[in-house]
Nanobody
Framework: QVRLVESGGGLVQAGGSLRLSCAAS????????MGWLRQAPGKEREFVAG????????NYADSVKGRFTISSDSAKNTVYLQMDSLKPEDTAVYYC???????????????WGQGTQVTVSS
């Protein structure tokens, strides 16, 4: 099993920044790719950013490209999501997920964290 624990969510004004962290533990062979996905009230869960565990091959949803940065620290088994220039439409529960390969579809991720709330006020 892979255990994922997110932290770093909170309330921020539009234009502000937050950094989310995801600490991973468990069966490391499953952690070939990591992703951040989010779900706003009444909406489907959507891909935000993903990265190969080795640190390469990052990709982003068009809605966050240029504002969010995903990174990984293999020594700490932690993945980060730096979110800058936040907008009210970024408000959602953000989930960290692990899967066998980099993917933009939620169904491709096998393991999920509990989620952390991000609220951006206007």
């Amino acid at each position: 099993q892979v255990r994922l624990v997110e932290s770093g969510g909170g309330l921020v004004q539009a234009g502000g920044s937050l950094r989310l962290s995801c600490a991973a533990s468990g069966r490391t062979f499953s952690k070939r790719a990591m992703g951040w996905l989010r779900q706003a009230p009444g909406k489907e869960r959507e891909f935000v950013a993903g990265i190969n565990w080795s640190g390469g091959g990052a990709n982003y949803a068009d809605s966050v490209k240029g504002r969010f940065t995903i990174s990984s620290d293999s020594a700490k088994n932690t993945v980060y999501l730096q979110m800058d220039s936040l907008k009210p439409e970024d408000t959602a529960v953000y989930y960290c997920a692990a899967g066998p390969a980099l993917a933009t579809t939620p169904n491709n991720y096998n393991y999920w964290g509990q989620g952390t709330q991000v609220t951006v006020s206007s």
